[in-house]
């Protein structure tokens, strides 16, 4: 026979990886601050204080609470999708048409949401996105919200559990150090990596110039349709390496691939060098395409400096600017390509 509790109608029902479990309860431990909700009316299965009641019927009472609950909270990441729970359940609660709240967590975009989940407007855990959350659960629950003062913190711990996990899971299982780079500090892809297309090189390399500081918005520029697709594939497969995560409703190049974008400039500078002459640094500037001023061309020196600094290349000063050409070094470096493009 079923308690009270069991029959209780839940106000909020957490759908999770068990995976995720510590993202989900940092999570709950917020929605309870921010809200002062009772424990048995809130469902996380993997969460002490939130599980099912001991004896209970696991697959009916998930099966009427995930219909039943007055919000239903996607915690979405890239364990969700190898969830057959929580797939289901985000699926049943799409087909019942109740208030769903999809919630993207540890570096993941909505590019993860399937079918007709992309039609959801799906809030990340940062800052700013976890203030609405919060914001919008309270107004569809009529619950009083405490101020943000006394809640705050718990943000926080949300979006630091999130940021770590982003970082693990971006990290290669190959022969690799933990970071996905050599002992030398260098990017190293894993041996089933395909290499990077041009194309997604260079949209790499755009991405990296300091007018974009790293980051892209998931809304790219004002292209559509087919003319978005090219750079929307790119972005997933920079995440899928690690080498970007969605934050904040954009994608920021993670350290792992700023690491791979520095080589990638290493590169493209050393192919526009001659051997017997040097070149000028607004010439250099010209042909790499680091053209936007002087903080484009403040940004080529640092990667010549480094370049000299690895005896690769011969910088020039004098009080009219800076010159340089390669080293024979240099040309070997080039030649033998030491990342996978």
């Known amino acids: 026979m079923m308690s009270d509790v069991e029959h209780a109608e839940l106000d909020v029902f957490v759908s999770h990886s068990t995976k995720d479990a510590e993202l989900a309860q940092a999570l709950v431990e917020l929605i309870r601050t921010a809200l002062n909700i ?13 599980k099912l009641p001991v004896g209970a019927d696991a697959d009916e009472q998930l099966r009427r609470e995930t219909l039943s609950a007055k919000v239903f909270v996607g915690l979405v990441t890239d364990m969700s999708s190898e969830s057959a729970y929580v797939l289901f359940e985000l699926g049943a609660r799409w087909g019942s048409s109740g208030f769903l709240a999809p919630l993207l967590g540890a570096g993941c975009g909505p590019e993860v949401l399937a079918g007709p989940l992309r039609g959801l407007n799906a809030l990340s ?57 050599g002992t030398d500090g260098t ?41 978005i697709a090219p750079y929307q594939e790119a972005l997933e497969l920079f995440q899928e390496r690690g080498l970007m995560r969605y934050s904040g409703g954009a994608y920021n190049l993670t350290s792992k691939g700023w690491k791979l974008v520095d080589q990638l400039w290493a590169l493209k500078i050393l192919e526009a060098l001659d ?11 010209d042909v790499v395409g680091l053209t936007d001023g002087q903080t484009e061309l403040d940004e080529l020196r640092r990667h010549v400096d480094a370049l000299e ?20 070094q240099g040309v070997t470096h080039r030649k033998h390509r030491p990342i996978a493009l």
């Open 38 to 50: 009772p424990s048995e009316r809130i469902r996380c299965t993997s969460v002490p204080g939130y």
């Open 125 to 181: 855990c940062t800052e700013t996105d976890l203030l609405q959350f919060i914001r919008n659960i309270a107004g569809h629950l009529t619950a009083r919200l405490e101020v943000t003062e006394v809640y705050l913190g718990k943000i926080e711990a949300v979006i630091a559990v999130s940021e770590r996990l982003a970082e693990e899971r971006s990290r290669p299982s190959a022969n690799n150090s933990l970071d996905g780079t």
């Open 187 to 227: 990017y190293t892809p894993s041996s089933d990596e395909p290499p990077l297309s041009d194309f997604q090189i260079d949209y790499l390399l755009e991405i990296s110039k300091p007018r974009n500081e790293g980051s892209i918005s998931a809304v790219i520029d004002d292209r559509t349709g087919r003319a």
């Open 275 to 285: 051997f017997k002459d040097f070149i000028k640094d607004t010439d250099l500037a």
């Open 309 to 328: 600094r690895d005896n690769l290349v011969k910088v020039n000063r004098n009080m009219h600017g800076w010159s340089v050409r390669i080293l024979e």
